[in-house]
């Protein structure tokens, strides 16, 4: 357990400044540690980070040796196999030989795959997968014969296996089945009729490997707790229960109160504090990269998140998909947009220009996906076929409602995606670059609107855009209405942003104007506008007030007083790309 906590998380509070006494630089913080101090770690004469430098002979694979050198991501796990190999034989007495074995087992199986793993532009993912399918748990069985003894395994690594004597854990609602969770614009009727994966075949799958399992055995103990942690009643498992009304063999029920002496829970939060070696890369960062709105509201949600995602430019490991994720679907509708509105920027959209842009969308789409970004994804099968066939759908919809709003409302196209790069604002003395780009900026009959549009969705009764106050903004749960505020203070800041075509816009956006999201999944309703204390209107002096409040979200983050501390709000941790590192992932 703990070596996979290490590979998952090498900021893991238990790897602390008491393990490098002596191997590095005393001034280590002991609940956060850099590449630096990682590699200053040394365990039976090896690191415990490998070197950049260090060479291939160092790593020699035993088994059928890969003719292709080794990438950064082989040579790390090769070293972690020495590793484990130096703990399992060392002579102090560290571990049982039960985890000896285990090690041994873990660092023989690092080696054949490392002899047997094909080149990767996207080795890191690879390795991880491979870690997660198989190195955890690798072979766990005492020494001796395989085939005998103890073997810990999940129920879905039994399928075709089959065993005389069985201990299930967990059997509780719940965990058997696990309870499954359906994130997608899919709905479920389309994902049946097109044959996709449906929430509910997971569930079969955990019942086949059950009950299969329990076909051949000659005895089975089945374990599930009556109480729960918060002492709360559970309830046993639907597979469970269903034997107690359908076996018609002999089952004996026993029930156990057992006392259950827990050590206390360890804080595993994460806690930087802002050392000057911390505040000078804050400071260098905010002087030389300019910051987006996005960028700023992720320290809104969670101050650690802006300091992985900003100030030390780490990025989420991309996995490897056939289908297009959220991100990618909301660029391949932002680039149809541009292309269909490339030749109306300046001019009024009347009527009759929306239903001849609308007979343009197919060509349009057909054409972003064929844009570079594009080309490893096919539309022609799988989930994109569906998602294709959708997108035109909601442009579609949205250009009909656009088409009525043209007959009594006079819209002019001023630009899209319009880049804001000559603001910035002062601090400390530190000047803060900006930089920000606008989906589509209009006007209706001399008043501007920002329109920013998104691909997912939002409910009728949604009060994301409705403030009773501006500081309702700052909370991290109006996200966004914190980023349109911030396209209304690029605005005022650089009120002529340029085009994508380098050339400036040649009107001067004025106070007041409105600020809406067009979601393009309800799109035919329009651009939802953002209040603030009721009113759509944002004029000079609600900007004014923003932007003191901007600052003082740069004042807190160049105190140093203040420690960088992980939200407290753990649901926003769901979708966050570095909550393995704090340990807020379902997985962990």
């Known amino acids: 357990m703990d070596w996979n906590e290490w590979i998952n998380n090498p900021l893991w509070s238990k790897l602390n400044v008491g393990a490098a006494q002596g191997h590095g630089n005393p001034s280590v913080s002991p609940t956060f540690l850099y590449a630096k101090d990682l590699r200053s770690l040394v365990y039976q004469g090896l690191p415990l980070i490998p070197s950049p430098v260090e060479s291939r002979e160092d790593l020699t694979v035993p088994v059928e040796p890969n003719p292709v050198s080794p990438d950064q991501a082989t040579r790390t796990y090769l070293h972690l196999a020495q590793v484990a190999l130096a703990l399992s034989e060392s002579q102090e007495n560290m571990v049982a030989p039960m985890e000896q074995h285990a090690l041994r087992s873990m660092a023989d199986l690092i080696h054949q795959i490392a002899a047997r793993l094909l080149p990767s532009d996207n080795s890191w993912a690879v390795w991880r997968k491979m870690w997660s399918m198989h190195l955890g748990s690798a072979a766990l069985n005492p020494e001796g014969n395989a085939l005998e003894g103890i073997r810990v395994m999940s129920l879905s690594d039994t399928l075709a296996l089959d065993f005389d004597y069985l201990v299930f854990s967990g059997l509780n609602e719940g965990i058997l089945p696990r309870a499954g969770r359906y994130r997608g614009m899919l709905s479920f009727d389309l994902r049946r009729a097109f044959g996709l994966p449906e929430p509910w075949a997971d569930e079969a799958r955990q019942a086949y490997a059950f009950y299969r399992l329990l076909q051949h055995c000659t005895e089975a103990l089945l374990l599930y707790a009556h109480s729960g942690g918060d002492g709360k009643v559970t309830e046993k498992s639907r597979f469970l229960q269903q034997l107690d009304l359908e076996y018609r063999g002999e089952m004996q029920s026993t029930q156990r109160a057992l006392p259950v002496r827990l050590p206390p829970a360890s804080d595993h939060s994460i806690r930087i504090p802002k050392t000057e070696l911390v505040m000078d890369l804050i400071r260098h960062k905010l002087s030389n990269k300019a ?18 995602a900003y100030i030390r430019d780490l990025k989420a490991t991309e996995e490897i998909d056939e289908q297009l994720n959220a991100g990618q679907i909301g660029s391949l509708f932002h680039l149809t947009l541009e292309y269909l509105f490339e030749t109306k920027e300046g001019k009024d959209l009347l009527p009759e220009d929306w239903n001849e842009l609308s007979e343009q969308i197919p060509q349009a789409l057909d054409k972003a996906c064929s844009h570079d970004d594009f080309k490893p994804y096919s539309f022609d099968q799988g989930v994109n076929v569906l998602v294709k066939r959708m997108g035109l759908q909601f442009l579609q919809e949205y250009f009909r409602g656009e088409t009525r709003r043209s007959q009594h409302e006079r819209i002019r196209l001023l630009g899209q995606e319009l880049k804001f790069n000559q603001a910035s604002l002062e601090v400390n003395g530190i000047s803060i670059a900006w930089r920000g780009r606008l989906d589509r900026l209009e006007s209706n009959a001399g008043r501007y609107r920002i329109v920013d549009f998104k691909s997912g969705n939002m409910t009728s009764n949604s009060k994301e855009l409705e403030l009773e106050s501006l500081q309702e903004a700052m909370d991290g749960e109006h996200n966004k209405a914190f980023q349109l505020l911030c396209y209304a203070w ?14 400036i816009l040649d009107e001067t956006i004025a106070l007041p104007l409105e600020l809406g999201i067009v979601p393009l999944q309800q799109a035919s309703r329009g651009a939802r506008l953002l209040k603030v204390c009721g009113q759509s209107e944002i004029d000079l002096p609600t900007v004014q007030a923003f932007e003191d409040l901007l600052r003082g979200i740069f004042r807190e983050i160049l105190d140093p007083q203040l420690p960088i501390l992980q939200t407290e709000e753990v649901d926003r941790c769901k979708y966050c790309d570095f909550n393995r590192i704090c340990r807020r992932s379902a997985e962990d």
């Open 490 to 503: 690029l605005a005022h800041a650089n009120p002529q942003p340029q085009r994508r075509n380098k050339t």
């Open 291 to 308: 910051i987006s709105p996005s960028s700023l509201s992720l320290y809104l949600q969670c101050p650690l998140r802006f300091w992985f």
